[in-house]
C-alpha cells in the first residue's frame, strides 16, 4: 500500500511538474542557479542585449562538449554582437567545474540540477544519472540530478524569446545562433 501510495505521489508531481512550452514572443521572467564556480548566476543581472540560454544533456560527454567548445571558440564574435551565453544542464557543480577547467570554456555553465530552470523555460526533463570519466589521468563521477534534452533560446534585450530550437545539432548551434542574431539585427 505504501508503494502504491509513493508512486501516486510521484505520477501527481511529475504530472503537476510540466510547463508549458514556451513560443516565439514568450517572456521569460528571471531566473537564476548555480555556476560551475558555486556562486549564484542572475539573469536580471545580465545586461547584453541578447541572452542565449542552451540547454545540453550531460557535461563531459561528446555532443555536450563540441557544442560548449564552439560556443567557447567564437566567443569574441558573440563579444561584438552584445551576446552573452550560459549552458544549462542538469549536473551538479563540482562536475560543472571539470568540465569548465577541463575545456577553459570561458562563459558560465549553470547547474539545473532539480530542473528549476527547465521549467521555466518549458524544456522537458528526464531521471538525472552519473558518469564516470577520466580527464589528464584523473578519475570524475560527474552527478545529474535531471537530464535535459538540448535546446536552444535567444532572448532579446526585453526576454523575448526570438528563436527557439528543439532539434538542436550540437556542433552547429553556435553558428546557427550567430547567424539568426546578425539577421536579428539587419
Not at 111 to 121: E, L, W, Y
Not at 128 to 153: A, C, H, Q, Y
Not at 159 to 167: F, S, V
Amino acid at each position: 500500500m505504501k508503494t502504491l501510495l509513493t508512486s501516486l505521489l510521484l505520477i501527481t508531481l511529475t504530472i503537476t511538474g510540466f510547463s508549458q512550452e514556451l513560443t516565439i514572443g514568450d517572456h521569460i521572467a528571471p531566473f537564476s542557479g548555480t555556476d560551475a564556480s558555486g556562486k549564484t548566476w542572475e539573469s536580471a543581472k545580465v545586461t547584453s542585449d541578447f541572452l542565449v540560454v542552451y540547454f545540453y544533456p550531460a557535461a563531459m560527454t561528446g555532443g555536450c562538449t563540441k557544442q560548449a567548445c564552439a560556443y567557447r571558440d567564437n566567443k569574441a564574435s558573440f563579444d561584438k554582437l552584445n551576446v552573452s551565453v550560459i549552458g544549462v544542464s542538469g549536473d551538479e557543480v563540482e562536475g560543472l567545474q571539470h568540465f569548465k577547467e577541463s575545456y577553459q570554456l570561458n562563459f558560465p555553465l549553470i547547474s539545473d540540477a532539480k530542473g528549476t530552470i527547465s521549467k521555466v523555460f518549458g524544456v522537458p526533463t528526464t531521471e538525472g544519472g552519473t558518469i564516470n570519466k577520466e580527464f589528464d589521468g584523473e578519475s570524475f563521477l560527474l552527478v545529474r540530478g535531471v537530464t535535459t534534452p538540448r535546446w536552444t533560446f535567444i532572448l532579446n534585450k526585453e526576454r523575448k524569446i526570438i528563436y527557439k530550437n528543439a532539434d538542436v545539432n550540437a556542433a552547429d548551434d553556435s553558428k546557427i545562433v550567430k547567424e539568426v542574431i546578425k539577421n536579428y539585427l539587419k
